[in-house]
């Protein structure tokens, strides 16, 4: 797979380039609405375009599932692409926002890159070949108690469908850990766990392309990735829960209560 991830890297740093280049011209740029509170620019659909392209270069057979543009159809290996996670942070100039890219062979998560452009911090990960930020060895928190986590999260701000479940398990949380940190870019805030930045994260309705990265970057370091149930169906659900073993453990227990039959 390293072939596959040094291309993933390298689609990833190019598009951050482009990123970076738009910064400056946020105020003049086309936005989009898709849905309530979802927004869409041209430097993401730039973007987008510039991750295909490098990634087509090199394996043109494999398939792709992209925000912006939906599904490509190929063989067995799926790249999954978020352009620009937390864009409605970027077009606020709220500097936490990040370029996504996963890998999948026949539904198994292969490879992932998360990377910050103004922070030009690059997450990389292959199955079995661990975590690295910067190609320094990730590992998750060691901390073993809630009243001293850091707990990162999402607001279900696309939906008001589960937002009585979400503010109990919010209630649950706050009144338990040290803080409870809502940054607005679940792919930085998984990476954040996996590199031992926070402790732990959940949050409800998230898509694909959002997590994919993530989520290998969490195992890889050594932690725990699942749904609201306690199982594996996270990707197709889009609901997770995400920490060390002893901090899943500990998050579940107070989320589990509030979880209710459609969040299953």
């Not at 390293?2 to 291309?7: A, C, G, K, S």
């Not at 869409?40 to 375009?49: I, L, P």
């Not at 996963?102 to 922070?119: F, H, M, N, Q, S």
């Not at 503010?167 to 649950?172: A, Q, R």
Request: proline share 3%; charged share 25%.
């Amino acid at each position: 797979m390293q072939p596959m991830l040094n291309i993933a890297v390298r689609a990833a740093r190019s598009a951050g380039d482009l990123i970076l280049r738009s910064t400056d011209n946020v105020g003049r740029l086309h936005i989009d609405q898709k849905g309530k509170n979802d927004y869409v620019s041209e430097v993401d659909r730039m973007v987008e375009r510039e991750i295909i392209n490098i990634i087509k270069a090199a394996f043109p057979e494999h398939s792709i599932l992209a925000e912006e543009s939906g599904e490509h159809l190929g063989n067995d290996y799926v790249w999954v692409i978020d352009p620009l996670d937390g864009t409605t942070n970027f077009l606020h100039g709220f500097p936490q926002y990040a370029v996504s890219i996963a890998l999948k062979y026949k539904d198994k998560l292969e490879v992932g890159v998360i990377y910050d452009p103004l922070r030009d911090e690059l997450f990389t990960a292959k199955r079995g070949g661990g975590a690295m930020l910067n190609n320094r060895r990730l590992r998750v928190t060691q901390q073993t108690s809630l009243k001293n986590a850091l707990i990162g999260t999402g607001f279900p701000f696309k939906t008001d469908k589960h937002l009585d479940a979400y503010v109990g398990m919010f209630k649950s949380l706050t009144t338990e850990c040290a803080g409870l940190r809502r940054a607005g870019a679940a792919a930085l805030d998984l990476a954040y766990v996996a590199a031992g930045r926070l402790d732990g994260f959940w949050e409800i309705g998230l898509m694909e392309w959002d997590m994919a990265a993530g989520i290998l970057l969490i195992k890889e370091a050594g932690g725990v990735v699942t749904d609201l149930s306690f199982n594996d169906n996270y990707l197709q659900s889009g609901n997770l829960i995400a920490g060390s073993p002893r901090m899943h453990q500990l998050m579940y227990q107070l989320i589990e209560p509030h979880v209710t039959d459609n969040l299953k």
